[in-house]
Nanobody, 124 residues
Framework: QVQLVESGGGLVQAGGSLRLSCAAS????????MGWFRQAPGKEREFVVG????????YYVDSVKGRFTISRDNAKNTVYLQMNSLKPEDTAVYYC?????????????????WGQGTQVTVSS
């Protein structure tokens, strides 16, 4: 049983930073792509960033390039999202997800497993 557990959300002022964590269990994830998505109120869930567990290749959506950094710790089976220079428009529920297909990093349809989400609120 794959389980993804996010943590690290909260309230921060614009310009501040937060680090999200996603602890993964129940499977060997070496062939997976791990992704972070977000969903703001009244909007569809959108891709933010993804990382290939083996090799560490990353892919970012343009709106977060230079501000967000994804990384993984193989020993802890944990994926991190460091978010700097946060803006009010980054406010959303952030979800960790696992894509077992090995391709389609930004394609939400490829992600089979999801965490429960963690709220990130950026005040202006």
């Amino acid at each position: 049983q794959v389980q993804l557990v996010e943590s690290g959300g909260g309230l921060v002022q614009a310009g501040g930073s937060l680090r999200l964590s996603c602890a993964a269990s129940g499977r060997t994830f070496s062939t997976y792509i791990m992704g972070w998505f977000r969903q703001a109120p009244g909007k569809e869930r959108e891709f933010v960033v993804g990382i290939r567990w083996s090799g560490g290749n990353t892919y970012y959506v343009d709106s977060v390039k230079g501000r967000f950094t994804i990384s993984r710790d193989n020993a802890k089976n944990t994926v991190y999202l460091q978010m700097n220079s946060l803006k009010p428009e980054d406010t959303a529920v952030y979800y960790c997800a696992a894509n077992p297909t090995g391709w389609g990093t930004s394609d939400i349809r490829r992600y089979e497993y999801w965490g429960q989400g963690t709220q990130v609120t950026v005040s202006s």
